[in-house]
Each structure stands twice: as C-alpha cells, then as structure tokens.
C-alpha cells in the first residue's frame, strides 16, 4: 500500500496564498460586473430622461400635436425623430396624442397603434423598466404641454440588449484586472514558498509545530531548573555561611525547610499513579521560579489524576506556557500575588488543568486575539513572544481537547482526552 505523502508547510503556504488571491480576484471581478451593470444602467435612464425631455420641450413637438391632424403630425416629426434616435444613439423615441396612440414609432408599420407602457395620470415625467415591441427597455416618457393642457407625450428607450452590449468593453477591463491580479498573486505565492521553504526546508507544518513545542518545553524546562538551581545555590551558600558562623541549628533549619517545601510537591507529584514525570520535573522547577520571583505557589494534584494523549514534549509546553503567563501576569499584579496549578479528572475520565493566577487579567476587548500567532500584550522582546498560548492552542487542539479562559481569578482551563492504558 502506498504511502500517504504529507504537504511540506512551504506547500501549503503556497497553496493557501494561491486560493486566498484567486477568491479575492473573482470577488474584485463580480464587484467591478456589478457595479458595471448599475452604472450602465443608470446612464441609460439619464440619456432616456434628458433626450426625452429636450425632444418634449421643442415648440415644434407641441405645435404637431396640437394640430387636429394626426396624418400631418406624423409625417412632419418622423424624420426629425428618426434623426434623433441616430444622434443620441437610443434605441427608440415614441411620440404619441393625449390618450397614448402613437404618432411617431421607430417602426413605421406600427404608427397609429397604442403605445405599450405606462402613462402617467399626472402630467410628470416616469421612468421605467418595460417591455414593448422592441423586448425589455429602460424608458423614460415626458409630458409635451401647451399651456396648462397636455397635447400629447414623447417616450424614449434604450433596450436592455442595448444596456448589456456596452458593458463589453468593460469586462474586458475587468478580466484584465482580475488576471493582473491573479497573476500578482502567483508571484506572491512562489516567494512566499521561497521563504517558507529556505526557513523550513521540505519539512510538514507537524513538524514544524513538534519543533515549535520542543523548543519552548526546552525553553520552559530551562527557565524552571535555572530557578530552581539558583534558589538551592542560595540556600546552601546562607547555610554555609550560617555553619561558619556556628550557628548550626539555623543552617540545618533552613536545609530543612527547603526539603519539606520540596518534598510537598515531590509527594504530590509521586502520589499521580499516571503521571508525566517530565511534568513533575517542571512543577517543582516552577515552584522554585515563583519563589524566586516572590510569588505564593499552590498546587493541587489528584492522585488519580490521568495521563494524556500528549507526548512528554507537548505536555511540557502546555502546562509550562500557562504557568509562565501566570506567573508574568501575577508578578505584575497587586498584592498578595500567587500562583495556583491544578490537575484533576473530570467526570468524563479526562485530564483536566487549570492555572490560576492573581493577575490583573486579559482585557475583554483582547479576549478573542490571545491565542492568535504572533499576537502578546506583552511588551516585544524576549518576555513579548506572541507564541506561547497560540501553540498551546495549536496543541489543544491537535488532540481534541478544549482550551478556555476564565475570569475572577483569570484562569486558563484545559481539557485533554486521557490516555489509554
């Protein structure tokens, strides 16, 4: 059976500008067609309006129709509007009497016969939308008046045909740009895969994130048994100093009091019948960072606490981001700062952990953006990532649990599928 190939990230990069430029270059081209429709349109009807409005105001119009002589009337305005269809380029000018029976018509045959349309019951101007002998038109009908008495009424259309055939040269334009950019995107997309691939090489977007989530569970294991050394190191020189001074009793004490805050932790940690020793290791380095940082540290692990489906490496980089926001979060809070970590199992037998923090919290406005790549509301440099909680989400979610905040006191509370025995 042949192996399933897995997509390099500079892949899928590339494919992932590739489509974003295609769906943006069909939606520029239906917005500018659109726009391109209503426009035409809207020309159509200003050249219906004002062609018809200047053919109803010329005196020799209202002198035509004025006449008893229907015959006369059409004989002296059908060249005059056959000319004027030809020069304002519309595609029909209907004059007709008061009660709507054509006088002029684009199709000689057709004079004498009732115009198809609306006729106002006012003497106003009306545009509209209408189909007549011609097929559907945008037409535009004006009264022609003598005084204070209609004589009669002028009509003028372009047909809908005639409307789409001039947005033709448009969409050639359109096509131009959506090709153009198209085009632009494709180019984007290859140096976009140039870079990814020179960074990442041939490597799946799995393993990059694995790298991700080795390098900050590296990074947080290193920060905790930094601490954790230092905090010994402190110890042990003020009891060697406390030895030299011969106060013995205080040396031993302060030896002591480091193994039974030690020992509480170790226990806890001892006592999970499926614990991640790596985790252990981290807790009790973290539990030393905290003191260092003059933060109170508690931890409640239950002994039944299960284990879950993610590895040493991913578990570490859960559970040691969350505590490191905590512990940021609570250093620059008010006082009395803590800490406090959890793991319990839940009623469904999954792990369940929680991080708490007297902090001052995450402002609602910036609750949706905190697990965005890139995104910290710390200052930038080394403490101002942007990277911590994207990748625990990143993580979360890989193994199908659940990942949510809480506030009063602010608490990250995560849910992961227990692993089977």
């Known amino acids: 059976m042949a192996l399933r190939r897995t997509r390099s990230a500079a892949s899928l990069v590339f494919v992932a500008v590739t489509v974003a430029v295609a769906v943006l270059s069909l939606a520029i081209a239906g917005i500018l067609i659109v726009d391109g429709q209503r426009t035409a349109r809207g020309e159509a009807e200003r050249v219906t309006q004002a062609v018809a409005q200047t053919v109803a105001d010329t005196a ?39 009660d709507g029976i054509r006088i002029t018509h684009r199709d000689r045959e057709r ?17 509209e939308e209408f189909t007549g002998t011609l097929g559907p038109s945008v037409r535009t009908i004006v009264p022609v008046e003598r005084g204070d008495r209609i004589v009669g009424w002028v009509s003028v259309g372009v047909t809908i045909g005639s409307i789409t055939a001039t947005l033709g040269p448009r969409l050639l334009v359109v096509a131009g740009i959506a090709a153009a950019l198209l085009a632009a995107g494709l ?10 691939r020179q960074v990442t090489g041939d490597l799946p977007a799995g393993a990059i994130r694995d ?32 030895l030299e001074l011969g ?9 002591a009091e480091t193994s039974r805050q030690s020992q509480v932790l170790v226990d806890q940690v001892a006592a999970r019948r499926d614990g991640d020793p790596t985790v252990g290791a981290l807790l009790l380095g973290k539990a030393s960072q905290a003191k260092e940082r003059g933060i109170r540290w508690r931890s409640h692990i239950e002994p039944d606490a299960p284990r879950s489906v993610l590895t040493p490496v991913d578990a570490v980089s859960v559970v040691g981001n969350l505590i490191d926001n905590a512990l940021d979060a609570a250093a620059s809070g008010p006082e009395p700062r803590w800490v406090e970590v959890r793991m319990t199992r839940t009623t469904d037998d999954e792990l369940e952990i929680t991080v708490s ?55 990250f509370r995560v849910v992961l599928p227990r692993r089977d025995p």
């Open 60 to 98: 020799q119009v209202a002198d035509a129709l004025a006449s008893a002589d229907a015959a006369d009337a059409s004989a002296l305005l059908q060249p005059q509007v056959e000319q004027v269809i030809v020069d304002a380029r519309v595609d029909f000018v209907t004059i007709m009497d008061p």
């Open 111 to 127: 004079i004498g016969e009732p115009y198809l349309g609306s006729i106002p019951a006012a003497p106003v101007a009306l545009t």
């Open 187 to 196: 180019v984007g997309a290859v140096v976009a895969r140039r870079a990814t």
């Open 211 to 242: 790298a991700v989530s080795s390098f900050e569970s590296l990074r947080t294991l290193g920060e905790a048994l930094r601490a954790q050394t230092h905090e010994h190191g402190n110890r042990m020189h003020t009891a060697i100093a406390l």
């Open 247 to 255: 106060r013995t009793a205080e040396a031993i004490e302060i030896l």
């Open 357 to 411: 923090d007297s902090g001052a919290g995450v402002p609602a406005e910036l609750e949706g953006r905190i697990f965005e790549h890139g995104f910290s509301t710390k200052p930038a440099g080394a403490d101002g990532r942007g990277v911590g909680l994207a990748l625990v989400s990143a993580i979360v979610d890989d193994a199908g649990g659940s990942l949510a905040l809480e506030r009063e006191p602010t608490t």
